[in-house]
């Protein structure tokens, strides 16, 4: 079990790019979490899928982010037109069953907007 | 409002000592409680959780965390900490089954030798 899988682990993007993060959740989970962690704000969560369908997204700047999983294996968090302010540490995380207690996180992709 | 709390940003201990972190919460009807620890450069790592029952539940590497409905804590506890237990400790809220993950600030414990 190699835990869950993000990519790559550290993007470098200029003010006004394009930026897309991976996450490969673990294998037979049904939810999958994105969250933003930055030293002021802390862990802001973002969006959630289960089994595949959008459930909560209230966390999401809706400008210019969106999220998408396409297959159970992988999900995307897409940055459009990014900003300073967008520079964060994005962690994807996944679970089994409903409780949603017992979270399982990945390493993070650092995203540094210049 | 919503809300998780710990009060202590940082926490400097010795080896040995006891610690206690504290977490508070504001959420109504039932809800998961639930503590994660973050060493440094790493993802978040489960660490303990309760929903009912005993409001003692164990954790993890020695850690235990008690639930109190009249205080509204979750406060996480070791006898004896060891110096790799230095990391972020989150407290999190989930209300009610299928819900989203609320975190608090996190509590950053240093362990001296």
């Known amino acids: 079990n190699a835990g869950v899988i993000q990519t790559p682990r550290h993007k470098v993007t200029g003010k006004g790019q394009e930026a897309t993060l991976w996450c490969e959740p673990i294998?037979?989970?049904?939810?999958v979490f994105w969250y933003r962690q930055t030293i002021v704000q802390g862990l802001e969560f973002l969006t959630y899928?289960?089994?595949?369908?959008?459930?909560?997204d209230s966390g999401m700047p809706k400008e210019r982010f969106s999220a998408q999983m396409p297959n159970q294996s992988h999900s995307t968090l897409k940055i459009q037109s990014t900003q300073p302010q967008d520079s964060a540490v994005y962690l994807c995380?996944?679970?089994?069953?409903?409780?949603?207690?017992?979270?399982?996180f990945g390493k993070g992709t650092r995203l540094t907007v210049v | 409002t919503q809300t998780v709390s710990q009060s202590d940003a940082h926490v400097t201990v010795f080896e040995g000592d006891s610690v206690e972190l504290r977490c508070n919460y504001s959420?109504?009807?039932?809800?998961?409680l639930s503590w994660y620890i973050q060493h440094h450069g790493r993802g978040l790592q489960f660490l303990l959780k309760?929903?009912?029952?005993?409001?003692v539940v164990q954790g993890v590497n020695g850690f235990e965390a008690e639930f109190s409905k009249s205080d509204s804590s979750f406060h996480l506890r070791k006898a004896s900490v060891h110096w790799s237990d230095s990391a972020v400790y989150f407290c999190?809220?989930?209300?009610?089954?299928?819900?989203?993950?609320?975190f608090g600030k996190g509590a950053k414990l240093t362990v001296s030798p």
């Open positions: 995380a996944s679970s089994i069953g409903q409780s949603n207690t017992e979270v399982f």
């Open positions: 294998s037979g989970h049904s939810a």
């Open positions: 899928f289960r089994n595949q369908a959008p459930i909560d």
């Open positions: 959420y109504g009807g039932s809800i998961y």
């Open positions: 309760y929903y009912s029952g005993n409001p």
């Open positions: 999190a809220v989930s209300q009610g089954t299928g819900s989203k993950l609320s």
